[in-house]
């Protein structure tokens, strides 16, 4: 069995300045140009950039894989597991995820490992999202937002 350690970015947008309400943000999510799933952005740590920090991995594959510049608010109290078979082997991917906020960038300039990348308003990302370890972080995100000041 082979484990894999991603990092990743849960991104949020107040669409009204100083509101951190769940009805005034947006949430940045993606469609994965190889499995379709609809997903938060992520890539494997140290792959690029040997020794790069988690928290720098969630900001880069944030910006490369949607165009978007954002900043860490906070670290995810557990990271996102889950199995997968890639060659007809085992796989274990652990994905830390941090919650940001958006600073600058457009979507428009998303790269070719995303079909297809959108801002989606708090109701309608449960939805969205395939993965149940997916659903699971942005539960936890929901969580952390709501402990952050307004
Ligand atoms: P990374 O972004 O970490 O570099 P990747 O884009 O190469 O990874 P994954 O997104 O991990 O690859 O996808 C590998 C396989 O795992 C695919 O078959 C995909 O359908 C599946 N998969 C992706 N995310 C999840 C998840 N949260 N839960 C279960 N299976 C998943």
Redesign the pocket.
């Known amino acids: 069995m082979t484990r ?1 350690f ?1 990092a ?1 970015g849960i991104v949020f947008k107040k669409l009204k300045a100083g509101s951190a309400k769940r009805e005034d943000l947006l949430w940045l999510i993606c469609q ?1 140009s ?2 379709k ?1 609809w ?1 938060f ?4 740590i140290g ?1 690029n950039i040997k020794g790069e920090k988690s928290e720098n991995t969630a900001v880069r ?1 944030v910006r490369e894989e949607t165009g978007i510049e954002g900043k860490i608010i906070a670290k995810l109290p557990n990271p ?1 597991t ?5 060659q007809g082997e085992k ?1 274990f ?1 652990t ?1 830390s995820y941090f919650l940001m906020e958006y600073i600058s960038g457009d979507i428009k300039n998303h790269d070719f ?1 995303m079909s297809e990348v959108i801002w989606l308003p708090t109701d309608k990302v449960m939805e969205r999202l ?5 659903k699971l972080a942005f539960g936890e995100a929901l969580k952390l937002m709501d402990k952050l000041p307004s």
């Open positions: 894999e991603s990743g994965h190889q499995h799933g997903v952005p992520k890539g494997l792959d594959e996102a889950y199995w997968y078979v890639w796989r991917k994905v490992e395939t993965y149940k370890s997916d």
